[in-house]
């Protein structure tokens, strides 16, 4: 078994409103358990829809309009 965590990073309420002071902390989103065969089928098909999509821009290749 292996599990996939995704996990993002806010502001803590309290110290913001409080004292206008940002403290960040590091916040689980979903956690997913799926078997190991499962996890080796899901990278390979990431690895084959990022070797097939078009090349797009890099950081700061897009213009605001």
């Not at 990073?9 to 997913?32: D, S």
Request: net charge positive.
């Amino acid at each position: 078994m292996a599990t996939l965590i995704f996990t993002t990073v806010r502001a803590k309420a309290g110290p913001l409103v409080n004292a206008g002071v940002f403290e960040h902390e590091n916040v689980v989103r979903a956690r997913i358990v799926t078997p190991l065969e499962q996890l080796v089928a899901l990278r390979d098909m990431l690895n084959k829809a990022i070797q097939e999509s078009p090349a797009r821009g890099g950081v700061g290749s897009y213009t605001l309009n």
